[in-house]
């Protein structure tokens, strides 16, 4: 008689593969030594897209087999040897003799500053949420000392808002190590680099021409529009108060610049439909602001 075998049990603590080590290793430029590269596995049901915030940060909804996950956080590339970190086209691209020099001398200092924010980070297992911020903030300080053809402070910008992102998440997932503080920290950042980065393009001090996703998440490229609208946004959610009248006057450019931007008040196809509306919904609430704050001189006329 045929006797039907049972079903082999699947280990119950085994975990579920997030990611996968990729056959072609990563040269860092640095200390010339080869490393692993740990790209994020995408199918059966490991994404699953929530909602979109206003700051276009894609939220991922956790599922029973494999938890949370935050794909972002695979976007860059750590060196466990020097400590560098770059998104993983700049390992390949970066190639200036005297950025390198920098960051080699630089290492100690950047193991130093990591370690005090993301104590025991490892950049040699499959990462987890707070070893994706430690390789963040390790691209933040590697970037510092990028020539600034390789558009350093656009990708401090976009770096500065995902660590942000990935502080607001640790608070969330381990309450009670400041991470909140640490995010909002992060954010102030990314409000003056990403106001910098449209500062140095107008006065010819540094492109933004060779950055080809302006993100400034992962999921779809917002373009120049995108950045025009980060730029009002995080000023009117994150930029100083000490200075009413310098902000109020920035605010109100930010204002202008959506509006030219978006062309509120006519019909546009051109601009994607979250991005549109997130920038009116913005250009209200400036709008809002400013008027209750009509003492406020914004003319450019120098006080005498």
């Known amino acids: 008689m045929y006797k039907k075998t049972a079903k082999k049990d699947e280990d119950p603590d085994k975990k579920p593969k997030l990611s996968y080590w990729s056959k072609t290793k990563c040269i860092c430029p640095i200390c010339q030594r ?23 940060h894609r939220k991922y909804i956790p599922s029973e087999k494999y938890g ?10 750590a060196c466990p040897r020097c400590h560098v970190a770059f998104f993983w086209k700049d390992f390949e691209e970066i190639k200036d003799p ?27 297992r499959e990462r987890n949420l707070l070893d994706g911020a430690a390789m963040y903030y390790l691209a933040l300080l590697s970037y ?27 608070n969330e997932t381990i309450p009670g190590y400041n991470y909140d503080y640490i995010a909002k920290m992060f954010y102030q950042k990314a409000t003056f680099f990403y106001e910098q980065t449209m500062i140095n393009e107008m006065s010819r001090i540094e492109s933004f021409s060779p950055v080809s996703n302006f993100g400034p998440d992962i999921d779809k490229n917002y373009g120049y529009d995108g950045m025009i609208y980060l730029i009002g946004l995080l000023e009117y959610k994150y930029g100083q ?13 930010a204002k202008r610049a959506i509006a030219r931007g978006f062309g509120l008040g006519k019909s546009s196809k051109a601009k994607p439909g979250p991005l549109l509306e997130n920038a009116r919904n913005l250009y209200d609430k400036i709008t809002d602001l400013i008027k ?11 006080e005498e």
């Open 98 to 124: 005297a950025s390198i020099d920098v960051l080699r001398d630089d290492d100690e200092n950047r193991k130093k500053k990591v370690s005090a924010i993301f104590p025991h980070y490892d950049l040699t």
């Open 241 to 253: 108060t000490d200075d009413l009248p310098l902000r109020y006057k920035k605010l109100d450019a």
């Open 34 to 56: 080869p490393f692993e590269k740990e790209e994020m596995l995408t199918g059966s049901g490991r994404m699953n897209a929530g909602e979109l915030t206003d700051e276009l």
């Open 144 to 170: 510092e000392k990028v020539d600034l053809a390789y558009a350093p402070t656009f990708k401090r910008a976009m770096i500065s808002l995902r660590l942000a992102w990935l502080c607001t998440h640790l």
């Open 68 to 77: 949370a996950i935050y794909p972002l956080i695979y976007a860059v590339g």
């Open 292 to 302: 209750e704050s009509n003492t406020i001189d914004f003319s450019d006329d120098d």
